[in-house]
């Protein structure tokens, strides 16, 4: 058993998670913790604060007593907005916290693209325009090249997380470019685990979403590779380990 612990913020889109876990169809289990929200707002001030380390540093013990191996911070938008610099400062005060391996989901995007070969990106963001940009900014740093950057505005993760389907495939439809290898849905308050086939179905191209990615991260922190195709191009990827 591999046993791969998350730190989420409030509650949107938790239950992707155990969505995933049954699509693994492994020997894995994801254990997830939730965090202090405090001011629920894609606004930067409120989303520094959401990823300070006192509030990561409140739910590493419960994912240490459910013997997790890893830790990934499953929140995009409170990674990147303290920039490269500052959310690997993050990361390294939430390993030093945790006492494992740690990541989050900004640089689960940058690796995920990586692990695809895809270098250049359409982003579909639902949050406001300035957020997004910080985004972009963040990919742009480790080595990505943006194409475009399409936003939805969306104020509050509450609201992102009442979207359904169609709500979803529209914005990646809006987000792709013909020039982009690869489109990628920024919010884990975004539900999108059970629409990853659709997504990919209807862009031909791989879809990257933000709890999809924030899974492969804790699965690369532990040394894991799992061949689950319902999940993605992502989770395709050799080498392959089936329970």
């Known amino acids: 058993m ?8 409030g509650h949107s889109a938790e239950d992707d998670y155990p969505r995933i876990e049954q699509l693994l169809g492994s020997d894995i289990r994801l254990d997830l913790i939730h965090t202090d929200i405090g001011e629920d707002a894609h606004r930067v001030d409120a989303l520094r604060e959401m990823g300070s380390a006192e509030r990561l540093a409140a739910g590493v013990e419960g994912l240490r007593l459910a013997g997790a191996e890893t830790v990934v911070w499953a929140c995009t938008s409170g990674g990147f907005v303290h920039g490269w610099e ?3 400062e993050q990361v390294r005060t939430l390993a030093r916290l945790a006492g494992m391996p740690a990541s989050s989901t900004s640089f689960a995007f940058v690796h995920a693209a990586r692990e695809l070969g895809v270098r250049r990106v359409a982003v ?12 972009a900014d963040f990919l742009r740093a480790g080595g990505l090249e943006v194409t475009g950057t ?3 505005g969306i104020a509050t993760a509450a609201e992102v997380g009442t979207w359904e389907q169609q709500d979803v495939l529209a914005l990646a439809r809006a987000a ?8 990628l849905l920024p919010d884990t308050a975004l539900h999108t685990a059970a629409h990853l086939g659709l997504l990919e179905k209807a862009l031909a191209k791989p879809v990257l979403t933000a709890n ?5 991260e804790g699965l690369r922190l ?8 319902v999940l993605g191009a992502l989770f395709t990827r050799e080498p392959l380990v089936q329970a």
């Open 2 to 9: 591999t046993a791969l612990g998350f730190l989420y913020p």
């Open 86 to 88: 500052g959310a690997q």
């Open 124 to 135: 579909g963001a639902t949050y406001p325009q300035d957020v997004a940009g910080l985004f």
């Open 150 to 152: 399409r936003s939805s």
């Open 176 to 183: 792709d470019a013909s020039d982009a290898e690869a489109v």
């Open 212 to 216: 999809q990615v924030t899974v492969w």
């Open 222 to 229: 532990a040394d894991r590779r799992v061949n689950a195709p």
